[in-house]
């Protein structure tokens, strides 16, 4: 089964927390410093806020799934939608271990859809300048880029 995925970036943690911790009626299942995330069944969402110097507002929404099959598929739609699509691989984003497609959609809104597969001490990965990639605060390809694989 797949679940939605909303990331929010927010002024202030703690207000948002509380917000959202009334909205849900639930305490978030992952809360650090500059990170939370409510793993919902009613309605089924991944929901997470940052503050991490992005702009606020909606970061990106996205399609979680449970198997690298459902990412597969998830993948074929969207290459077939005509748009570039960034294979970023395996990574590490979110204090998750996962495996992550991006790509933008017409009005310019960033979807991903992730495979997790662990859990991790650290928001991310370091960037390697190096590499030439252009990243947003949460980990994916920044706004006006096209990266392709």
């Not at 299942?29 to 606020?56: C, E, H």
Request: net charge neutral; glycine share 6%; charged share 25%.
């Amino acid at each position: 089964m797949k679940r939605f995925h909303v990331h929010v970036a927010v002024e202030s943690l703690a207000a948002s927390v509380r917000f959202y911790s009334e909205l849900f009626a639930a305490e978030p299942t992952v809360l650090k410093d500059d990170y939370a995330k409510w793993m919902l069944d009613d309605p089924r969402v991944n929901f997470a806020i940052s503050q991490r110097g992005a702009a606020s507002g909606i970061e990106h929404l996205g399609i979680q799934v449970e198997s690298r099959a459902q990412l597969e598929d998830v993948q074929a739609r969207l290459e077939r939608a005509g748009r570039p699509v960034s294979r970023q691989g395996v990574t590490t984003c979110c204090y998750a271990k996962s495996e992550k497609r991006w790509i933008r959609d017409p009005q310019d809104v960033l979807w991903e859809t992730f495979l997790t597969t662990g859990e991790s001490a650290f928001y991310g990965a370091p960037i390697d300048p190096a590499a030439g990639v252009a990243r947003s605060a949460c980990c994916g390809p920044a706004r006006g880029t096209s990266e392709t694989a």
